[in-house]
T-cell receptor
């Protein structure tokens, strides 16, 4: 079974430029998460989808971040424009349970973003 | 304020010994708690889940305890091996089943 796929693995951009990250979850997983992980910290949730609906985007900085999961499968996270403080690893995870039941999250390898 | 605390200092132990990692939390009433392992350059990998009504959970050389009175979980690796060296993350599922991660504890197992 293929795991969570993310691309690109690394991205270096200059501040004020746009950037997009792509995630393909494990087949059949209806819940998808985007996290941001700063060095030495744990992952922090940005947005959670159940199918194509964003059920928790309270931590997403909506002035510059956007996300979509149009067909309830793969997802894209965008930053426009990027700031120096956005440098971090962006992790995507998926799980097969929804509706608040206990779930095990399967993470992708992450995209390491460096903003210069 | 709500807080999850894991030992920020790295834990160094000798191969064959038991590693014990601590996760303390305040102002949460988690429905369950999970432990994940994270290697450099990789995403976290799920290890164990323990629910609020469970005291202990085991899986091979791993053991997790959960004390909701002390607001603490302990994660044990028995007969530790150098391959166990990694960062271990504690994660709480809060009301609404939002998962909150701790900062993790780095474990180094010396041969």
């Amino acid at each position: 079974e293929a795991g969570v796929v993310q691309s690109p693995r690394y991205k270096i951009i200059e501040k004020k430029q746009p950037v997009a990250f792509w995630c393909n979850p494990i087949s059949g997983h209806n819940t998808l998460y985007w996290y941001r992980q700063n060095l030495g910290q744990g992952p922090e949730l940005l947005i959670r989808y159940e199918n194509e609906e964003a059920v928790d985007d309270s931590q997403l900085p909506k002035d510059r971040f956007s996300a979509e999961r149009l067909k309830g499968v793969d997802s894209t996270l965008k930053i426009q424009p990027a700031e120096l403080g956005d440098s971090a690893v962006y992790l995507c995870a998926s799980s097969s349970l929804a509706g608040g039941r206990a779930d095990t999250q399967y993470f992708g390898p992450g995209t390491r973003l460096t903003v210069l | 304020s709500q807080k999850i605390e894991q030992n920020s200092e790295a834990l160094n132990i000798q191969e064959g010994k038991t590693a014990t990692l601590t996760c303390n939390y305040t102002n949460y009433s988690p429905a369950y708690l999970q432990w994940y392992r994270q290697d450099p350059g990789r995403g976290p990998v799920f290890l164990l889940l323990i629910r609020e009504n469970e005291k202990e959970k085991r899986k091979e050389r791993l053991k997790v305890t959960f004390d909701t009175t002390l607001k603490q979980s302990l994660f044990h690796i028995t007969a530790s091996q150098p391959a166990d060296s990694a960062t271990y993350l504690c994660a709480l599922a809060t009301g609404g089943f939002k998962t909150i991660f701790g900062a993790g504890t780095r474990l180094f197992v010396k041969a």
